[in-house]
């Protein structure tokens, strides 16, 4: 493939993982597809991170660094693609890595169908060291031909699919917005749902193109009553932007689950700072009945073990 037919600018926010980097830098430098740049944008960390990325920087000057201090990787991101020069954007955490002829496969995709914004590849779960691979079932896990309908009732349900499965046309940054740094979590969802809400395309690719590590440290097991908070937060971001009743009923569904989730697990915890959810510009009547209501989530769950 020739390699100008764009340039693919990968993004990586990195706190504290130094150790995980050398692996991704590598898969990135044997990429069959070699116009791209990797912005760095280290978010505060306090090990050797530093030092390694400007010794490669040296080496290839593909990769950069941005330095800034903790904001969350959200931030990160959103400061990686305002800095990007490519006219394609890759995200990836640093932990995890991608197959080689991801980058070429994309943009050939890309190249044959000029209509579409974002191609997406399948990808597998692995975990730390390396003693496992494998894959829920992703025939579920396709954007259909409403992908709004699809972020909005699907989206860590039966659709899962991590952020360095795809690859976006910069334009859609441009055009609709970046990650919201207010969310430490979701932040993937919540510029999906911006994504599709304003008519982005996606494209599917059959391809193993991300591989996503699963250890000790991944922002997916930690803090899960901030996991829980966010998808609330995200949910009560888009109530005034949902188009008709069927969209609505949808968005009633989640807020009340999410809501729930995070009432119980708050509780659990003993965790009581519902501040930000208690805030955030939803009716009050709404949060209220979500509230109220959150005990009967349990229910089924329960019922469910006991008729096991």
Same mark, same amino acid.
């Given at each position: 493939?020739?390699?100008?037919?764009?340039?693919?600018?990968?993004?990586?926010?990195?706190?504290?993982?130094?150790?995980?980097?050398?692996?991704?830098? =590598?898969?990135?430098?044997?990429?069959?597809?070699?116009?791209?740049?990797?912005?760095?944008?280290?978010?505060?960390?306090?090990?050797?991170?530093?030092?390694?990325?400007?010794?490669? &920087?040296?080496?290839?000057?593909?990769?950069?660094?941005?330095?800034?201090?903790?904001?969350?990787?959200? &931030? =990160?991101? &959103?400061?990686?693609?305002?800095?990007?020069?490519?006219?394609?954007?890759?995200?990836?955490?640093?932990?995890?890595?991608?197959?080689?002829?991801?980058?070429?496969?994309?943009?050939?995709?890309?190249?044959?169908?000029?209509?579409?914004?974002?191609?997406?590849?399948?990808?597998?779960?692995?975990?730390?060291?390396?003693?496992?691979?494998?894959?829920?079932?992703?025939?579920?896990?396709?954007?259909?031909?409403?992908?709004?309908?699809?972020?909005?009732?699907?989206?860590?349900?039966?659709?899962?699919?991590?952020?360095?499965?795809?690859?976006?046309?910069?334009?859609?940054?441009?055009? +609709?917005?970046?990650?919201?740094?207010?969310?430490?979590?979701?932040?993937? +969802?919540?510029?999906?749902?911006?994504?599709?809400?304003?008519?982005?395309?996606?494209?599917?690719?059959?391809?193993?193109?991300?591989?996503?590590?699963?250890?000790?440290?991944?922002?997916?097991?930690?803090?899960?009553?901030?996991?829980?908070?966010?998808?609330?937060?995200?949910?009560?971001?888009?109530?005034?932007?949902?188009?008709?009743?069927?969209?609505?009923?949808?968005?009633?569904?989640?807020?009340?689950?999410?809501? &729930?989730?995070?009432?119980?697990?708050?509780?659990?915890?003993?965790?009581?700072? +519902?501040?930000?959810?208690?805030?955030?510009?939803?009716?009050?009547?709404?949060?209220?009945?979500?509230?109220?209501?959150?005990?009967?989530?349990?229910?089924?769950?329960?019922?469910?073990?006991?008729?096991?």
């Amino acid at each position: 493939m020739m390699n100008d037919d764009g340039k693919i600018s990968v993004i990586v926010p990195n706190y504290n993982y130094a150790h995980y980097l050398p692996e991704l830098f =590598a898969c990135l430098q044997q990429q069959t597809y070699s116009n791209w740049e990797c912005i760095i944008v280290d978010d505060g960390s306090s090990d050797n991170s530093i030092t390694l990325i400007e010794s490669l &920087a040296k080496e290839d000057a593909r990769f950069k660094l941005i330095q800034q201090a903790n904001a969350g990787p959200a &931030a =990160a991101r &959103a400061n990686g693609v305002a800095h990007a020069s490519g006219d394609f954007i890759q995200l990836i955490d640093a932990d995890d890595y991608i197959s080689k002829e991801k980058f070429e496969r994309a943009l050939n995709l890309f190249k044959e169908q000029p209509s579409i914004d974002i191609v997406y590849s399948d990808y597998r779960f692995v975990d730390v060291p390396f003693t496992k691979e494998w894959k829920e079932d992703f025939r579920k896990n396709k954007v259909g031909s409403q992908p709004f309908i699809d972020f909005l009732s699907r989206w860590e349900l039966d659709l899962m699919i991590p952020i360095h499965s795809f690859v976006f046309r910069k334009n859609c940054f441009d055009r +609709w917005g970046s990650m919201d740094p207010q969310f430490q979590t979701h932040e993937d +969802w919540d510029l999906h749902l911006n994504f599709s809400l304003n008519g982005a395309r996606y494209q599917y690719d059959d391809h193993v193109g991300a591989y996503y590590r699963i250890h000790g440290s991944s922002s997916s097991r930690t803090d899960l009553t901030k996991n829980r908070r966010d998808i609330a937060l995200v949910l009560a971001k888009y109530l005034p932007l949902v188009r008709n009743d069927f969209e609505k009923r949808l968005w009633r569904e989640r807020y009340f689950q999410a809501v &729930a989730q995070f009432m119980i697990d708050a509780r659990v915890r003993k965790q009581i700072n +519902w501040k930000r959810v208690m805030d955030h510009p939803v009716p009050k009547s709404l949060k209220s009945a979500a509230i109220w209501s959150s005990p009967l989530y349990l229910l089924p769950k329960v019922f469910g073990k006991l008729s096991k």
